[in-house]
């Protein structure tokens, strides 16, 4: 019963590039949740997302970032045109439909790099 | 909006007690967690409880809720050299969960 997966684990990209992270939740989990970790703090929440539905975007910054959580595939995490205060460890994680949002098992994280 | 607080660091000698201690401020919160954060790793879930209990008890773990104060306190008995790293506590907040710095717990030999 494999946990939460994300990929890739570390990501460089230089500034103005696009950075595309994916999450894939636990087997029998349709709800899942974004979080960052700058460096030297805790996770902030980011947004949480059911099957083709974004729910909760309140942390999500207005511009440049989006997510998506379609029908057949892993989450993904997409951000435009990074910038240095990008670089973060970005978590996923997951909880199944009936526990209402209790319980979210975390992935390892991408550590996103800036340069 | 919500703000959990927890000390930034502490140390102790193996086999000692470890008390780490978090305040949070939502007292709309039902649940509250403890994850563990190894370096360059993930967070693993150690521990969660209700807000209607006031004490849970697992293996070397002991929680402590004091909701009048908004406390909370993570107590690992017989701490050992592999407990060495970040702790977090966090609160339910709706469909997310609010995230304290984190705790460097340092073990001694």
């Known amino acids: ?115 | 909006g919500e703000d959990v607080e927890q000390s930034l660091f502490l140390s102790v000698r193996e086999g000692d007690s470890s008390v780490i201690n978090c305040t949070y401020t939502d007292s709309s919160s039902t649940y509250l967690y403890w994850y563990k954060q190894e370096p360059g790793a993930g967070l693993q879930l150690l521990t969660y409880i209700f807000s209607n209990m006031d004490m849970k008890q697992d293996q070397r773990l002991t929680v402590l809720l004091n909701k009048k104060d908004k406390h909370l306190s993570l107590r690992i008995a017989d701490t050992q050299t592999g407990d060495s790293a970040i702790y977090f506590c966090a609160e339910q907040s709706g469909n997310m969960l609010t995230f304290g710095g984190g705790t460097r717990l340092m073990v001694k030999p």
């Open chain 1, 1 to 115: 019963n494999a946990g939460v997966m994300q990929n890739p684990r570390h990501l460089v990209r230089r500034r103005g590039q696009e950075a595309r992270l994916r999450c894939s939740p636990m087997k029998g989990h349709s709800h899942v949740y974004w979080y960052r970790q700058l460096p030297e703090e805790g996770l902030k929440f980011m947004v949480y997302l059911q099957k083709e539905n974004i729910i909760d975007e309140s942390g999500m910054p207005k511009e440049r970032f989006s997510a998506e959580f379609p029908k057949e595939g892993p989450s993904i995490l997409r951000i435009q045109q990074v910038v240095r205060g990008d670089s973060a460890a970005y978590f996923c994680a997951s909880s199944p439909a009936t526990s209402g949002g209790y319980e979210q098992y975390f992935g390892p994280g991408t550590r996103l790099t800036v340069t």
